[in-house]
Structure formats: structure tokens, C-alpha cells
């Protein structure tokens, strides 16, 4: 049996290490990838070649097909596009997603999934999360750590056993749902608490682990309101210890430029609305007092591109 065609959406750094991923481990497998058909017009022909600086040194090519006016159907679909850009995206190629294709989503932030649900035909649905450390420099893919990446279906969602390989080379399937969900609270805490941070005060991932720094206490605050909202939403949650997780993962990526930081850089949006924009939400939900939120939020607006 022929292994199924796998397509990317969003090859930005995200997309092109994963890409890489599934080149290593399946070089004969159909991989390809999906570009915005409002950019200058491809052929199905045309290829990229991505430069990959492994974690431990080693340098790789990666050469992958644009399939971006195809026509066969999508038999999986892995999207890494920037949450606000998914949309968007996603309906540049919607005629192409049959009920059969199966839809991964490797996204930061919460709420994308629901979003897009009325224009996908397909309901087999797969959420991941991912904490790799990596940034692009045009067509320089720097795989600067690697971290844990997991995977969930959705209710509902079964996989054949080749998706499951497939999945298996990406990251670690997780056969409870309701478990991989606290995964995604969790890293949307962590993000919420350093992205954000880290952007607003133009630096690295480091100096919100600096407990004297204003960075830390501006943290701390953001730390403090989400501690409420997931007590009264997520109770099943113990958040006593995120201050020290906050702390422990900005130490180990201590040398990292977040994605909102770079995104602020670079004048492009950001994925506020998604992070703490979803805190906010949550919180007015439960009339928990989420300001330190809210602020953070416009003044990331305020910085970047609305």
C-alpha cells in the first residue's frame, strides 16, 4: 500500500522542520506543500529547497514540491500557519478537502480549530503541540532545540495505521483526549506568561526567568490572573507551580527570541489574540478581573500590526 500524500500549509520554520522530519524518515513519500494563492502564481512543478541547521550541528537539505495549484484531493493536511492567518488559508484550498482527508493543526494558542470548523468538509481532525525551538532566516531553517511534540484526535477521529506511522515519526500520539487538552492549557499559560512579555520589553526568553527584573514581575501579574481563571475553568488543573514552570522554561530556553518578539520585529501580527487574548476571553467568561491581560493584549497591538 502506497503511503498517503501529506501536504503543508504554512512552510514557515515550524512547517519546514516537520517537513524535514517526514522527508528522514520517509524519502520516497509524497510530501508537498501549500502556499497562499494570492502570492505570485506557482506551478505544481516548481520546488523549494530549505537549508535545515540541525540542533546538534548537523546541516541538511530539504527539496519539497509546490503543490499549490493541484488538483487531487488532500489526504492529509498539516497546517502551521500563524493562527490568524489559518482562515484564510485554509479557504484557498478548501475545494481540495475532502470528508476523508485528515486535518492536523500545529498551532500556538487556543480556539483556531472551532474558527475554521465551517469551512472544513473534512471531521477528522488531529491537534498538536510542539515546544521545538526554531526560526527561519529566509530559506535558513535554525533547529535550535528539540522538544516534546504530541498529537490527539479529536472525538470521533480515527486514524488507519498508516496515519498512525506517520504521525508516530512527528511526535507522540496521545490516546486521551481530555489529557493532550491540559497539554494545550498549559503551554497557553507558559506562552501567555513569556511570549508576550518578552516582545513588549524587546528580549530574549531569558531575562523573564530573572526574578529582580521587571520583566519577571510584569510576568508574575499575567501568572497571577491566570491562576483565577483556570481555578474557576479548569479545575481539574493544579496551577500552583506555574510561576517556577514560567521560570523553568524561560531558563532552558533562555537564548530564544519568541515567536511574538520576532513577529514584532519583523512589523508583522502577532498571535496575541490567540494567547492571552483567548485569557481574556476565558476570563470575562467567569467574571474573573484578567486587566494585566487585557493590557498586555492593546499594548501588543499597539506595537505590532492589528
Known amino acids: 500500500m502506497r503511503p498517503p500524500n501529506v501536504h503543508i500549509l504554512g512552510l514557515g520554520s515550524v512547517g519546514a522542520v516537520f517537513s524535514h522530519l517526514l522527508r528522514t524518515a520517509h524519502p520516497s513519500a509524497p510530501l508537498f506543500y501549500l502556499s497562499r494563492r494570492s502570492l505570485p502564481k506557482r506551478t505544481s512543478a516548481s520546488r523549494d529547497t530549505f537549508t535545515i541547521h540541525e540542533p546538534l550541528g548537523a546541516v541538511k537539505q530539504l527539496s519539497i514540491i509546490n503543490d499549490t495549484n493541484g488538483t487531487t484531493p488532500l489526504e492529509i493536511l ?31 494558542g487556543m480556539g483556531i480549530v472551532d474558527s475554521v470548523k465551517p469551512i472544513l468538509a473534512s471531521t477528522r481532525i488531529i491537534q498538536g503541540t510542539t515546544v521545538h525551538a526554531v526560526y527561519r532566516l529566509q530559506n535558513e531553517i535554525h533547529w535550535v532545540s528539540k522538544g516534546n511534540t504530541f498529537f490527539a484526535p479529536q472525538p470521533g477521529t480515527i486514524l488507519t495505521s498508516e496515519e498512525d506511522l506517520l504521525l508516530g515519526v512527528l511526535g507522540e500520539v496521545v490516546p486521551d483526549y481530555a489529557d493532550f487538552e491540559r497539554r494545550l492549557f498549559w503551554k497557553l499559560a507558559i506562552n501567555a506568561c513569556i511570549n508576550p512579555v518578552t516582545a513588549i520589553y524587546g528580549v530574549l526568553n531569558g531575562k523573564v526567568a530573572d526574578i529582580d527584573s521587571k520583566e519577571h514581575d510584569l510576568s508574575r501579574r499575567l501568572t497571577t490572573e491566570i491562576q483565577k481563571v483556570y481555578a474557576k475553568l479548569r479545575p481539574d488543573m493544579d496551577m500552583s507551580n506555574l510561576v517556577q514552570e514560567v521560570i523553568q522554561v524561560a531558563r532552558e ?9 520576532a513577529d514584532i520585529q519583523a512589523g508583522r501580527k502577532t498571535e496575541i489574540d490567540v494567547i492571552n487574548g483567548y485569557i481574556v476571553k476565558m ?23 492589528k
Do not use: P, W, Y
Request: some cysteine.
Open 253 to 261: 530556553t533562555g537564548m530564544n527570541t519568541s515567536s511574538m518578539l
Open 283 to 305: 476570563g470575562h467568561s467567569v467574571d474573573v478581573d484578567v486587566h494585566e491581560n487585557e493590557a498586555i493584549v492593546l499594548k501588543i497591538k499597539e506595537l505590532g500590526c
Open 78 to 108: 498539516l497546517i502551521t500557519t500563524k493562527a490568524h492567518q489559518t482562515k484564510d488559508a485554509l479557504s484557498d484550498h478548501s475545494h481540495r478537502i475532502s470528508k476523508d482527508t485528515l486535518v492536523i493543526f500545529l498551532q500556538n
